[in-house]
């Protein structure tokens, strides 16, 4: 079985500070994960993903995620927040099952951007 | 390229009452998913389609929901009767198959409130 942990539902950052999201992976084979982000009244759009092509992953809007194998951690990260960062961040983790794709997503992290 | 388009945005019920939504997946995208999203949790997925067919629908409440996908295109989720509980954010998402079969294209969800 496939599952992902997001520690922290919610997660509040002054603007201009680091963001640290942790996800942590639970999978029998080397998985492919995903983070999402979804903005207020939209659906989830994807921030990056990771595809063993290198542990660094860089995604759009500064994010990036280091895939640590030992660790079977996927946190993501951004520099610097911006007020626009506010949003509700989901790891994922995707298998192969019977020939087709399965994602399972996590619960989510609110990041919330204090001004 | 045009996005999934997904109808109702809103609806809200009484329960024992019937609700349907309709997705329009991303133009040559073989797979489609339709998530719950309840409030404070991660989307959870319901039924899953490759073309026409089901490919998953382990978590589907078969006795309440029922799903179809026509043509392998457009797809219908119904909801006979509606619970208190239902009241979620419907996602609708397409991918392609193959090697990208994992990247999913979100719509903006219907949300449903029932009362």
């Known amino acids: 079985a496939q599952s992902v942990t997001q520690l922290g539902s919610h997660v509040s950052v002054s603007e201009g500070a680091l963001v640290l999201l942790r996800c942590n992976y639970s999978?029998?084979?080397?998985?492919?994960l995903f983070w999402y982000v979804q903005y207020p009244n939209q659906g989830l759009q994807l921030l990056l993903k990771?595809?063993?092509?290198?542990?660094l992953v860089k995604g759009i809007n500064g994010f990036e995620a280091e895939f640590k194998k030992s660790e079977t951690s996927f946190h993501l990260t951004k520099p610097s927040a911006h007020m626009s960062d506010a949003a509700e961040y989901f790891c994922a983790v995707s298998r192969n099952s019977g020939g087709y794709q399965k994602v399972t997503f996590g619960i989510g992290t609110k990041l919330q951007v204090i001004p | 390229e045009a996005g999934v388009a997904q109808s109702p945005r809103y609806k809200i019920i009484e329960k024992r009452q019937s609700v349907a939504f309709w997705c329009n997946p991303i133009?040559?995208?073989?797979?489609l998913y339709w998530y719950q999203q309840i409030l404070g949790q991660g989307p959870k997925l319901l039924i899953q389609?490759?073309?026409?067919?089901?490919?998953?629908d382990s978590q589907l409440p078969k006795d309440r929901f029922s799903a179809e996908r026509l043509k392998g295109v457009d797809s219908t989720l119904k909801i006979q009767p509606a619970k208190l509980e239902d009241s979620a954010v419907y996602l609708c998402a397409s991918s392609l198959a193959g090697a990208g079969a994992n990247v999913l294209t979100f719509g903006a969800g219907s949300r449903l409130t029932v009362l």
């Open positions: 999978s029998s084979v080397p998985p492919y």
């Open positions: 389609f490759q073309n026409n067919g089901v490919v998953d």
């Open positions: 990771y595809t063993s092509a290198a542990t």
């Open positions: 133009s040559g995208h073989a797979t």
